[in-house]
């Protein structure tokens, strides 16, 4: 079993059972706190209170929420900053999702297109 980076794309693209993630649904798959923020904001958007909650208690079932740490917010700043200068737009809750990948030695898994060709990184759109 390969591990992964699931950012918020690729976990949003899972849940909804997408026929190009269905290989990586039953990976290891890791994400952070924060991409959960993200994704529960999804959830709670598109379903409701109720249902985002059901969504997220089984996520935390089956996926290693990673701690972070001021490295991983150091890196993904000056990448964020590096990628700008280049006319990519990431968040930064995209770029610490990156960095801690990276800093774990996994690939970062999703379809963002910001991050097409970047090394490490497992494009599935």
């Not at 999804?42 to 379903?47: F, I, K, S």
């Amino acid at each position: 079993m390969a591990r992964y980076f699931a950012d918020t794309y690729a976990l949003v693209e899972i849940l909804r059972g997408s026929p190009a993630y269905r290989p990586y649904a039953d990976e290891e798959l890791v994400t952070t706190e924060f991409n959960l923020l993200e994704l529960a904001y999804a959830l709670t958007r598109d379903y409701g209170r109720v249902k985002a909650l059901e969504v997220l208690a089984l996520v935390r079932a089956f996926i290693e929420i990673v701690e972070t740490r001021d490295e991983d917010y150091v890196e993904a700043a000056e990448l964020r900053a590096r990628l700008r200068r280049e006319g990519r737009r990431l968040s930064l809750i995209d770029a610490l999702g990156y960095a801690v990948a990276r800093r774990l030695g996994i690939p970062f898994l999703t379809g963002d297109r910001e991050f097409r060709g970047l090394d490490g990184v497992v494009f599935v759109k």
